[in-house]
């Protein structure tokens, strides 16, 4: 059984015996954890938002980073990656994830889909709209323009966003609000200027 975190609420109840990790944002295109193998799925009734703040890796205090985080919607689904940990690496995986995503982040078991068909269950980090850091809808020309000011410990917004987006554009995913945001995006950077857009 995986222990509870301090950090991050879990319900772990259950635990399947692999341990699999959902990357549905920056964890798809840069996991910074070994893993066993990865599958491209899905899983049901989430959607995935540029909601949450950052104001660590994305972002600073004042001027926060926009990340994805998941939001219930029935009839929908999120596609992304699951990570399958080594089992004696899970716990030591799982504390540094807790650890990267701790500004508001919780996590869950949740049914995944593979591509092929199989169904797991994986981990997934979902910040909460409770959360001191979340930010919510804003239209997307708002949000676009504050990923474009945004800059933190792990490097500027606007590479968080045009990865994912790159990234479900290579195994054929479509999301229309991640593929929207970059179109926004790319048309303020040629008119950046020293890296914010007035």
Same mark, same amino acid.
Request: proline fraction near 6%; aromatic fraction near 10%; charged fraction near 20%.
């Given at each position: 059984?995986?222990?509870?975190?301090?950090?991050?609420?879990?319900?772990?109840?259950?635990?399947?015996?692999?341990?699999?990790?959902?990357?549905?944002?920056?964890?798809?295109?840069?996991?910074?954890?070994?893993?066993?193998?990865?599958?491209?799925?899905?899983?049901?009734?989430?959607? *995935?938002?540029?909601?949450?703040?950052?104001?660590?890796?994305?972002?600073?205090?004042? %001027?926060? !980073? #926009? &990340?994805?985080?998941? =939001?219930?919607?029935?009839?929908?689904?999120?596609?992304?990656?699951?990570?399958?940990?080594?089992?004696?690496?899970?716990?030591?995986?799982?504390?540094?994830?807790?650890? *990267?995503?701790?500004?508001?982040?919780?996590?869950?078991?949740?049914?995944?889909?593979? %591509?092929? !068909? #199989? &169904?797991?269950?994986? =981990?997934?980090?979902?910040?909460?709209?409770?959360?001191?850091?979340?930010?919510?809808?804003?239209?997307?020309?708002?949000?676009?323009?504050?990923?474009?000011?945004?800059?933190?410990?792990?490097?500027?917004?606007?590479?968080?966003?045009?990865?994912?987006?790159?990234?479900?554009?290579?195994?054929?995913?479509?999301?229309?609000?991640?593929?929207?945001?970059?179109?926004?995006?790319?048309?303020?950077?040629?008119?950046?200027?020293?890296?914010?857009?007035?």
């Amino acid at each position: 059984m995986l222990e509870h975190s301090l950090t991050v609420r879990s319900n772990t109840t259950n635990a399947p015996q692999e341990v699999w990790v959902f990357g549905y944002g920056s964890i798809i295109w840069r996991p910074d954890f070994e893993f066993v193998e990865q599958r491209v799925g899905f899983v049901r009734g989430w959607k *995935r938002r540029f909601y949450q703040g950052s104001t660590d890796h994305r972002g600073v205090p004042g %001027r926060p !980073g #926009r &990340v994805v985080t998941l =939001l219930p919607e029935a009839e929908t689904h999120c596609w992304g990656v699951a990570f399958r940990l080594n089992d004696d690496e899970a716990q030591k995986v799982l504390d540094a994830l807790d650890q *990267r995503e701790q500004g508001g982040y919780e996590r869950y078991w949740e049914p995944f889909q593979c %591509r092929d !068909g #199989r &169904v797991i269950q994986v =981990l997934v980090y979902v910040a909460a709209t409770d959360n001191p850091h979340y930010l919510g809808p804003a239209a997307v020309p708002v949000m676009a323009r504050q990923i474009v000011n945004a800059h933190g410990h792990s490097g500027p917004n606007t590479e968080y966003l045009l990865r994912l987006a790159e990234s479900l554009r290579h195994m054929n995913l479509h999301d229309e609000h991640v593929f929207d945001l970059e179109r926004a995006v790319q048309n303020l950077l040629p008119q950046s200027h020293h890296g914010h857009v007035a």
